[in-house]
């Protein structure tokens, strides 16, 4: 169980990941945003870009890990925390484990896509940094309600 105060830690930063999100929404992109905080500041964020930079990894996780990456000049991110608002694919989650990134806090599930516990359930796999903590369903419904109605949206526009 998360203490009321760490709770309002972890959404105060998911709030900046919500509010990326939904930049990237107004820019046609699937509504997820990621923000990578290392000692208590805000190192990067970032949303998808899978539609403007017709790239298929151009996740907001991918992004965010590489902007991080540059301006801390290491790959290793061992000291860091990764907020995203919808549980992060296999891809990213790859990602999360080779740049060895201790805490992952996520919004939404990804009944579909989702490789942390939703598909392969890599939040248990053996490659993951010693002692990580995942804290899944951080402000989940502002999340949720994010991808809904961006996709209700998107029905709409092409009926």
């Not at 369903?137 to 994010?146: A, D, K, P, R």
């Amino acid at each position: 169980m998360i203490s009321i105060n760490k709770k309002n830690n972890l959404q105060k930063i998911m709030a900046v990941a919500i509010e990326t999100a939904k930049a990237g929404a107004a820019q046609g992109e699937v509504p997820i945003g990621a923000v990578l905080v290392c000692e208590g500041r805000i190192i990067a964020r970032a949303h998808n870009q899978k539609e403007c930079l017709a790239d298929p990894t151009a996740h907001a996780e991918m992004l965010v890990i590489r902007a991080a990456a540059k301006k801390l000049r290491r790959w290793r991110l061992d000291d860091c925390q990764l907020y995203v608002t919808a549980e992060p694919c296999v891809m990213c989650m790859g990602a999360i484990i080779q740049a060895r990134i201790p805490m992952l806090v996520y919004g939404a599930t990804e009944k579909k896509f989702g490789g942390v516990e939703s598909t392969a359930r890599l939040g248990q796999h053996p490659m993951l940094p010693k002692n990580m903590e995942i804290y899944a369903g951080i402000c989940e419904q502002v999340c949720e309600e994010l991808l809904k109605d961006f996709f209700e949206n998107r029905r709409n526009k092409d009926a």
